[in-house]
């Protein structure tokens, strides 16, 4: 059964697809839940046996790009305290909990060849008390954390990715997927490419825009298609779970009544949403077309010998479409949009100058805590 999954800020549900909804109650198949991230909670950063991420890398190398220069050295200290977290979520009523794994505790080099004991001791200990509590495990395998050592070669602009980190789901599902029923390949892609590879500020913080993250989210989509397969085809029939792919995406609305607003808000939702749904979810697969278009006529002008946006071939196409059991959806915002009908040339290429759009949050919206979130 093909399922809807909704992850909205730290609150994540999961909904049938099928019947109508009511809107006054949540339909009975309703479950509610709440989620986080290994690095952002568990610390323990270089404690039995753990390996260095890039996370760990970038607040230590710099702390003047944190606010109040913290670093996830401590976090939450979950990796101690994981059981006095279960107990606070039995006493909330939840009824499922979306965490991730980190990487580098299961494979310190990010190689597959050296498992950390630990790390499988860890997230066996969480796993058996959330089930003993009845609180489902929803687990992420990938959640912006990856290992040191496979950053130095490329990270996700390396191809070789793909393969690494099949290798790396594969331990996984052989230690924790005789329980854990539900999986998540990636949670929100668009911000290990687009904000670190293309961006300064996640990291690795390559500041690579219109090159290094489409390189980036290439290669991401063919390791969950190929995570996808070995799961659908070695562990799907004895162990009966469902994975798929969390994809962010703010809600974008044209910033004036314009045409050429209201088909920039529309493009632009295809540049961050539809980069990485469309080859997956799209009955055709592949990117979405306009990608496909203007990013080759700008390359051109560029004076670039060929689109700075990977191709698929049409057996990739082929294998990575309907690599899904459910959708993972985060949002969190929503951003006006403005039409740029031809950026001048000059300057680095940017996934900004390919959309022709500009972005920007109306400043009378009540702020929150984190200026971003209006």
Not at 271 to 281: E, K, Q, R, S, T
Request: hydrophobic fraction near 35%.
């Amino acid at each position: 059964m093909k399922l809807l999954f909704k992850l909205v800020l730290f609150i994540s549900c999961v909904l049938s697809t099928y019947g109508k909804l009511n809107p006054n109650k949540f339909p009975d198949d309703f479950l509610l839940g709440t989620a986080s991230s290994s690095y952002q909670i568990e610390g323990a950063w270089n404690l039995s046996g753990k390996g260095e991420n890039i996370w760990d890398r970038y607040t230590h190398t710099h702390p003047e790009l944190i606010l109040d220069r913290s670093t996830g050295d401590v976090a939450c200290d979950s990796y101690h305290k994981y059981e006095e977290d279960v107990a606070l979520m039995k006493k909330m009523g939840v009824q499922f909990y979306r965490f991730s794994l980190s990487w580098s505790r299961i494979l310190p080099t990010g190689f597959a060849y050296q498992i950390n004991p630990d790390g499988i001791r860890y997230y066996n200990d969480l796993i058996n008390l959330l089930l003993k509590n009845d609180i489902i495990p929803l687990v992420t395998l990938f959640h912006w954390d990856t290992p040191q050592p496979l950053e130095d070669l490329g990270g996700f602009t390396n191809a070789l990715m793909v393969e690494w980190f099949e290798d790396y789901a594969r331990v996984v599902f052989e230690n924790f997927g005789d329980r854990v029923k539900l999986w998540l390949t990636f949670n929100e892609p668009k911000q290990t490419c687009y904000e670190g590879v293309g961006g300064y500020n996640k990291a690795p913080g390559y500041e690579s825009s219109g090159i290094g993250d489409y390189l980036c989210a290439h290669n991401l989509i063919k390791a969950h298609a190929r995570a996808y397969h070995l799961y659908d085809k070695e562990f799907r029939p004895k162990q009966n779970g469902n994975i798929s792919i969390s994809i962010d995406a703010a809600w974008l609305e044209p910033g004036t009544n314009s045409t050429a607003d209201k088909e920039a808000a529309e493009r632009l939702i295809v540049f961050n949403f539809g980069w990485y749904a469309d080859p997956i979810f799209h009955p055709n697969g592949d990117y979405p077309e306009v990608m496909r278009k203007l990013v080759p006529e700008r390359s051109k002008k560029e004076g670039f010998k060929r689109s700075r946006l990977p191709e698929f071939t049409k057996e990739e196409v082929k294998y990575i479409k309907g690599t899904f059991d459910f959708l993972g959806l985060n949002h969190y915002t929503t951003l006006l949009v403005k039409d740029i009908p031809e950026i001048p040339l000059g300057g680095k290429p940017s996934v900004e100058k390919d959309s022709r759009t500009e972005s920007w949050q109306d400043p009378s919206w009540p702020p929150s805590s984190s200026g971003w979130l209006k």
